[in-house]
């Protein structure tokens, strides 16, 4: 039987991806795409063509320069949302309990990962729960004033899991050269269990 059945090892790399494109969309908007960068862009532009308008339709137009790329980041939290869900059935899967059976057998440094990965369990969930009721608050019948609340947990949790994420890949490097050779095509080919 394997380890890491077809399900669980799909949903680890689509989950991978999402989270990638999620982080390259806030790169993007923080960095080449952030509003005030552009305006300042716009108004030397206009200005070498004798053109004039104040900043705050410079950082209107700006905003809505980087429209389409944002949007890309709601459907990629969308979908991290639908994935956390299909997380949670995996639960109920040898696959997605296999990490947290015999917590009780696991040294101390083994459950302290596997309670780290339930941490980042609930800071998806609250990352992506924060981030459709902020995009959808009329919807939902939120205020403005809540939903900036929600964007400020909102992003605590971004950066836990951005943290989280070159953990992640420091500990399997680190897991696959010690004691937990093969970790990384157990995840790729699905692995055997122990006693199979």
Excluded at 59 to 80: D, N, S
Aim: with cysteine.
């Amino acid at each position: 039987m394997k380890k890491y059945d077809g399900i669980f090892r799909s949903w680890h790399w689509v989950n991978a991806i999402l989270m990638f494109g999620v982080f390259i969309t806030v790169l993007l908007r923080e960095t080449f795409l952030n509003k005030h960068n552009v305006a300042d862009i716009l108004l030397q532009k206009l200005s070498s063509l004798h053109l004039s308008i104040d900043e705050a339709k410079a950082i209107t137009i700006a905003k809505a320069i980087r429209e389409p790329m944002w949007q890309w980041h709601i459907y990629l939290g969308l979908a991290i949302f639908v994935l956390w869900i299909v997380r949670m059935f995996l639960f109920g899967s040898v696959s997605g309990k296999i990490n947290y059976m015999h917590l009780k057998d696991n040294s101390f440094h083994k459950l302290a990962v596997k309670l780290g990965y339930i941490g980042i369990y609930i800071a998806i969930f609250v990352v992506s729960a924060t981030g459709i009721a902020i995009n959808y608050h009329d919807a939902f019948g939120i205020t403005k004033e809540f939903a900036h609340d929600l964007k400020e947990l909102h992003e605590v949790c971004a950066y836990i899991i951005t943290i989280f994420v070159p953990l992640h890949i420091i500990g399997v490097i680190v897991a696959e050269n010690r004691d937990e050779q093969g970790i990384v095509s157990d995840i790729i080919n699905g692995g055997r269990l122990a006693d199979s």
